[in-house]
Structure formats: C-alpha cells, structure tokens
C-alpha cells in the first residue's frame, strides 16, 4: 500500500487547499532496494517522507562496521530535528525492499509550522514520542540485562504473534545495545522454555504472557 501524506500525523487535519500545496511542492521517486536516500553528515534540505516499503537507519563506527539504529516503515518522515535546527541527517538510510518516497523542501515545511498551530503540535508530540524511545532505550541498555531487553522488545511487536526480523538478530541487537551473540542466547533460552519459535527472518510468540513477565510489563490478558 502506498500512503500519502496526509497519513503522517504531522499533517493530519489538514484542509485540502494546504495538503494539496505541500503536495505540489514534493518530489515523489520511487527506489529499489539497497538504495540509499541519505547518509549520515549530510545537509538536511528536505523532509524525506517514506510512503512505502521499510527503510534501515544506521551508522558506520570508526572502525568501519555498520550499526543498525532502526528500522522503520511507512509511512514515517525522517529527521524532522535535524530539519528544525538546519542540521545534518543523523544517520544514512537505505532502503531494504522497493520504496516510494516524497521530498518535501524544508523552506515549505517551516512554513507550515509557523502557520498552523496544530502542525506545530503534532511535531512536538512527535518528537516527544521519540525522545521517550531513546530514553527507554538508554535506561534499558544501563540497567536491564540483555534477556529482559530482548523480551520487552518482542512484547513491544507481537500483537500479530508474528514479530518480523528484518534486520536479523544483529538489528535486534543494534537496536536494544546488545552483540548478536547475546540476542541469539537469550532467544534460544526464550524457545527452549516454550515462549517463542524462532524461524527464517520471525520470530512467533507462543506465549506472551511469559514474556510481559520477563520483561516486567502489562500483558496482553494481565491488565487489572
């Protein structure tokens, strides 16, 4: 499914006269996979709009080897701070399947915040939302040991019982401040005691209430 760009929430509510002026200023192109559509140090002159397919967000240490951050599917904008302070973007972005993305001048976006309140909210509540993650993150990877983040993570994804690895165990791991090693033990663990299976590419879970437990958060049946 290809979205547009009124199913971001930034631009949610917007009247059709505005929407259809952001529209006419973006450009849409479409990309296979493996492309990159922008690399970390870069200027950030637009707002990338993901509209369809899933995009990995890394960096590459000092010593070469890529770190996987995120991966992130449509639709999602990209780098909406780095946009804000006129900053570079924080990370390159490559896409892992076909991907259809819309560029949106940063001149134009800057605009309609300063001339629509609610825009204006939207973003704060976005970046809001993503300042908590990294929080999370951060507390998670300086208190909790590797099982209970690899836990809470898939608790986080399974209301399908299917959890998707697109980026593999090493993403996983990249994602939560783990080593590949340390996921793949503590998955194996998760399935020797009957929680998970792990598969190709998924990982399904057979028994989510274990897993809230483990990761020490509400459940799906242990709300009160």
């Known amino acids: 499914m290809t979205y547009t760009l009124a199913d971001l929430p930034m631009f949610g509510g917007l009247d059709d006269g505005r929407l259809g002026g952001l529209v006419a200023l973006s450009r849409r192109r479409r ?21 369809d397919g899933r995009v990995k967000a890394g960096r590459v240490s000092a010593e070469g080897k890529e770190v996987v951050l995120a991966v992130e599917e449509a639709p999602v904008a990209f780098d909406k ?6 900053g570079p973007h924080r990370a390159t972005r490559t896409a892992m399947t076909a ?32 300042v908590r993650d990294l929080d999370e993150r951060l507390t998670d990877a300086a208190v909790r040991d590797v099982p209970s983040r690899v836990a809470t993570w898939l608790v986080r994804r399974c209301a399908g019982g299917r959890v998707p690895l697109h980026a593999g165990q090493a993403g996983l791991g990249a994602e939560i401040g783990a080593t590949r090693v340390s996921v793949n033990r503590a ?10 299976e792990i598969r190709a590419g998924e990982v399904v879970v057979l028994d989510p209430r274990a ?12 709300a009160s």
């Open 211 to 222: 897993l809230s437990r483990l990761a020490a958060l509400p459940g799906p049946d242990t």
């Open 99 to 130: 991907v259809e993305v819309a560029y949106l001048p940063r001149s134009a976006v800057l605009e309609l915040v300063a001339a629509e309140p609610s825009v204006a909210a939207r973003l704060l509540r976005t970046l809001a939302a993503t």
């Open 81 to 86: 701070t780095a946009l804000l302070v006129d």
């Open 187 to 196: 998955l194996r663990g998760f399935e020797r005691r009957g929680m998970i």
């Open 31 to 51: 990309y296979p996979a493996g492309q990159v559509l922008c690399t970390e140090g870069d200027p950030a002159e637009h707002l990338i709009v993901l509209l």
